[in-house]
């Protein structure tokens, strides 16, 4: 027995109709093209995500744990609130000012005469420290006693 065409049906039959058995190439095609839109639409919601982190970290930001840290809230709790908070930290540059400290600190110690870093541990005892200066040492006194003025000479 043959198969024929049912007269109803039109001779020319589209491409994407397969024939009988035969593999489905739209239905294929239209599979990979599913998988590759949600990898693709996923790995843009994860870029968008770390969006404040990736920020942080190229501004070399102090807040960089807080915003990575935020982040990381956010996508646990999708509570939006936390990416916003986290990316306007990432965007803000706060002022370091443990470096400044930190530096007239050293410039304390140094002309102290104290090594650094071991100027809180205690306070030598005598009362003339040694500064050394290139070629020689230059007595810092400790304790600077203020010029008197005329007053004050006269009632001493």
């Given at each position: 027995?043959?198969?024929?065409l049912?007269?109803?049906a039109?001779?020319?039959?589209p491409?994407?109709?397969?024939?009988?058995?035969?593999t489905?190439v739209?239905?294929?095609?239209m599979a990979?093209f599913l998988?590759?839109?949600v990898?693709?639409?996923?790995?843009?919601?994860l870029?968008?995500?770390?969006?404040?982190?990736?920020?942080a970290h190229?501004?070399?930001?102090?807040?960089?744990?807080?915003?990575?840290?935020?982040?990381l809230?956010?996508l646990?709790t999708?509570?939006?609130?936390f990416?916003?908070?986290g990316?306007?930290?990432?965007l803000?540059?706060?002022?370091?000012?443990?470096?400044t400290?930190n530096?007239?600190?050293?410039s304390?110690?140094?002309?102290?005469?104290?090594p650094?870093?071991k100027?809180a541990?205690?306070?030598p005892?005598?009362?003339i420290a040694s500064?050394?200066?290139?070629?020689g040492?230059?007595?810092?006194?400790?304790?600077?006693?203020?010029?008197?003025?005329a007053k004050?000479?006269s009632?001493?």
């Open positions: 027995m043959t198969a024929s049912n007269a109803a039109p001779h020319n039959l491409i994407f109709i397969p024939a009988p058995g035969g489905d739209l239905m294929v095609i990979v998988v590759l839109s990898l693709a639409v996923g790995l843009l919601f870029r968008l995500h770390t969006l404040p982190e990736r920020i190229r501004g070399h930001k102090l807040q960089f744990e807080i915003v990575a840290v935020l982040g809230l956010a646990f999708h509570m939006h609130i990416w916003v908070i990316l306007l930290l990432a803000i540059d706060i002022p370091d000012f443990g470096g400290l530096r007239m600190a050293g304390l110690e140094r002309i102290a005469g104290v650094p870093g100027g541990d205690e306070a005892d005598d009362s500064v050394s200066r290139g070629e040492t230059v007595e810092v006194p400790k304790t600077i006693a203020l010029p008197r003025t004050e000479q009632h001493a």
